[in-house]
């Protein structure tokens, strides 16, 4: 099973640190603002304060997940296509700000949707079968992350729709689960290789039989002298 280079690693673990530390300090730097009820792309929006805190957050998770995607040479091809795609529509919707009067302009939302489709459906693509493969891409789990995920996108749009108040809450829990996932994947692909040669020492361990210790080689070197002595005797 291939590795992940350690600059995939750095970046997956760089996207949910971005991502969070991104909209914290955006949020903090608006006269008002309610991060249970406001979308993160309304720190983005313009006549938002330093917009372009949130702007560059956009940009630079998106080239993270672009990163951690190529690195991911143990998952599927169409998986880390996905994720690409995903990763490129988020950026756009940096490019496609929230205007004022018009807070979901079309752009906004074309881009926006392909995104959270690209980052939510992306382990549907990803999964391996095998012995061998990292837990993180089996099947069975690869499903249930996309079920999760798609869970709390779900969350996210009905909140939109019905206007309950939560939406900031609900984009936020699924924007992390979503930027937490290759995360988890990267990290256990990168058990599976560290794992790998423990498992083939101990193989090779098990065909060449136990290694003779220098006490073991020392006992029967005395137990052959003996041998010696007595049939000297003997002969004597």
Known sequence: MRGVPWWGVVSSAAAPVLMVGGWTVAATLQPRFDPVAD??????????????????????????????????????????????????????????????????PWGHIIWASIGLVGVTAWPAGAWRRGSGVPWALRPAVAAAAVAVLLALVMWFGAELITGSGQAGLAERVAGAAQACWPLAVVLSCCRTVWASPIGSRNAWRGRLGPVPTLRGLKTDRTQARMADLLEQEDVG
């Open 39 to 104: 979308t993160v792309s309304a720190l983005a929006a313009q006549g938002a304060a330093d917009r372009w805190v949130m702007t560059l957050t956009f940009v630079v998770v998106g080239v993270c997940y672009v990163l951690t995607a190529l690195a991911l040479r143990p998952a599927g091809t169409a998986g880390r296509l996905i994720l690409i795609t995903g990763a490129v529509a988020g950026m756009l919707v940096a490019a496609n700000p929230e205007r004022v009067g018009d807070p979901y």
